[in-house]
């Protein structure tokens, strides 16, 4: 299997190639040159990483053949608590994916437990011997999921930077207090942009001479674990399969029947592996992108117009706070198949903050992918009417996608089963739920866990709730102009 640049697809890579390297030199984003097809009924039939290992091996074609088996078990087995992929009715028709059992629980963790593996083999496979020294702006679950996947991982290293005030505290603990002798965490001065702009700086100036340099001194080559990595996407991808085998097992659907996801979006990744799942052979009938009120993606798939300029909005779901969806240029690549039509796109966006698709690239994104959105103050309704009518808890960013489901299924009068894609765990924003669920949130989040612990019955996750008593190892706070000298320095502690 080859892969090429989203906006030139004369070049080919492997994936080894894809994977070590990112972006494509031209800015664009990998893709796979086909999509393998593969047998329903056997697939249903496995477990996670057998699901997984079927799936992958699929794209990572000259990966030895028994790395997936060797990795694939102890990835999505322990960390995962045996709930890997794991799909649960919460009514009549309606399913969560629940993906929110790992390590770090928010979805992230699905691919970046694998990340770290499959960037460690590409090496290996190209005959690469540097350190790889990965850097990671974030505003808050990003950063801790790359952490527990990059920790004591050979010839790696990791450093996190995150905005001073810009995240929960529950998601300062999480990064503050993480373990592993190869980790670096930096609180940044600044809000998130400061952050990735600092992180990005050093991206572009990585090729000056100096700075260049200075790495290969240390024998070590940057690299990023952004949404935009080929080995991010891929492992997404199972799950859908996984979900699906679920209702099937269940009665929901005969096996060919089609299910409808709805998925909470920020950077597009996750729900553009539901879209690859169906080229893959997956029955998925809709995939309803849900967007909370950074709403750019309703937009664009009702209008066929992306217009990043306009104001920003902090909601109750940080995760999807963002106004330029990096993974969304791979669907217009694979859906309008012209790689001149997309550069010219991009450039649009990076020129204008704007672009406009034709009426047929349109038609057919809208076949595929239906839309809405949802605001605060629906998020908060949306979690007391799923806790009251189900008895179903839910975080901010998968209410959005319940609201965004349940309003569209009744408009649309869609009668097959909907999964909902459940990213995060409750007991992460324990004050955006308790407070929707109409109690008053203590000021510190480890009171409001406790509270929606005592309210609710539900037991937090543990990773979460022994966060409080565990010490601080990274208190250091600098500057973004300081982000350069922090990234060339060791992460080895
Ligand atoms: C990252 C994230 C999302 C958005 O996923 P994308 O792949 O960026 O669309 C949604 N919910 C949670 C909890 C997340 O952490």
């Known amino acids: 299997m080859q892969y090429f640049s989203t906006r030139n697809r004369t070049q080919t890579v492997s994936a080894s190639q894809a994977i070590a390297q990112g972006l494509a030199a031209d800015g664009g984003l990998f893709v796979p040159e086909r999509f393998p097809q593969v047998e329903l009924a056997e697939l249903c039939e496995k477990s996670y990483p057998e699901m997984a290992q079927a799936i992958l091996g699929r794209y990572l074609t000259e990966y030895p053949a028994a790395f997936l088996p060797a990795v694939l078990p102890a990835v999505y087995g322990a960390p995962f608590a045996g709930k890997a992929g794991c799909a649960v009715p919460v009514s009549e ?17 699905y691919a970046l437990q694998l990340l770290p593996k499959l960037l460690v083999q590409a090496k290996k496979n190209l005959g690469r011997t540097e350190t790889t020294r990965i850097l ?71 090729s000056e001479p100096d700075f260049a340099a200075a790495l290969s001194a240390q024998n ?38 089609p299910v409808d996801f709805c998925v909470p979006t920020g950077n597009f990744g996750d729900i553009l592996a539901g879209w690859y799942a169906k080229q893959m052979g997956l029955p998925v009938g809709m995939l309803v992108c849900a967007s909370n009120r950074n709403n750019v993606l309703t937009d664009f798939l009702s209008t066929g117009t992306y217009n990043a300029r306009r104001a920003f909005y902090k909601t109750t779901s940080p995760s999807m706070d963002i106004l330029i969806s990096s993974n969304l240029e791979r669907l217009l690549y694979h859906i309008s ?47 007391r009417m799923q806790y009251q009518k189900h008895h179903y808890l839910c975080d901010p960013h998968t209410a959005v996608a319940f609201r965004v489901a349940r309003l569209w299924r009744e408009k649309a009068g869609r009668t097959a089963p909907m999964v909902v894609l459940s990213t995060a765990s409750p007991f992460k924003f324990p004050r955006s739920v308790l407070e929707a669920l109409g109690c008053a949130a203590p000021a510190n989040d480890f009171d409001a866990m406790h509270a929606l612990e ?31 000298a922090a990234a060339l320095k060791s992460c080895k502690q």
Not at 93 to 109: I, S, V
Not at 246 to 257: C, H, P, S, Y
């Open 93 to 109: 028709d309606t399913w969560a994916l629940e993906l929110w059992h790992g390590p770090t629980c928010a979805f992230k963790d």
């Open 136 to 206: 990671v702006a974030t505003s808050g679950d990003t950063g801790k999921a790359a952490l527990e996947g990059f920790r004591d991982v050979e010839g790696t290293e990791i450093a996190v930077f995150y905005p001073q005030d810009g995240t929960s505290v529950i998601q300062r603990m999480q990064m503050a207090t993480q373990e592993g002798k190869n980790v670096a965490v930096y609180a940044v001065k600044g809000n998130f942009d400061d952050a990735q702009t600092g992180v990005k700086r050093v991206f572009a100036r990585a």
């Open 220 to 257: 070590v080559r940057l690299s990023s674990a952004n949404s935009i990595n080929w080995g991010r996407l891929v492992p997404q991808i199972v799950y859908y399969f996984a979900a699906y085998a679920q209702l099937v097992r269940a009665g929901t659907v005969k096996l060919g029947q």
């Open 337 to 383: 198949g012209s790689d001149t039509a997309v550069a010219g796109w991009m450039r649009q966006l990076k020129e204008a903050g704007r672009y406009t698709v034709d009426d047929t690239t349109l038609a057919a994104l809208q076949n595929s992918f239906a839309c809405g959105c949802a605001d605060d103050e629906q998020v908060a309704e949306e979690i």
């Open 454 to 484: 005592a309210k609710t019955g539900c037991a937090a996750p543990q990773s979460l709730s022994v966060l409080s008593d565990k010490q601080e190892r990274f208190t250091e706070r600098i500057a973004p102009a300081d982000i350069r």
